[in-house]
């Protein structure tokens, strides 16, 4: 009996947490959604925040962004270059 008393009040707590926790419904005016869509607001720019890992990071490249400025030299697969126009026999 003990035990069915103990599990009941576990259920019970359990359920009531759930329901004080879970969202309400929120049902917005329809003034507040014109407020917001109207565009008039102010836009607030995010701060940047520097961290020991970005200031590590700062000055790496990625290794594509090397490749691309021709850093690679001959470990490149392939070399692109202009073909030479077809000869004429006049």
Do not use: C
């Amino acid at each position: 009996m003990v035990l069915f008393l103990k599990i009941l009040g576990g259920l019970l707590a359990l359920g009531i947490g759930l329901y004080m926790g879970s969202a309400g419904l929120y049902r917005p005016d329809p003034e507040e959604i014109d407020k917001a869509l109207s565009g008039e607001g102010h836009t607030k720019k995010t701060k940047e925040h520097v961290t020991l890992l970005g200031w590590l990071r700062q000055n790496q490249e990625r290794a594509s962004h090397s490749r691309r400025r021709g850093r690679g030299g001959s470990s490149r697969m392939f070399d692109l270059i202009a073909p030479n126009p077809p000869k004429k026999d006049d």
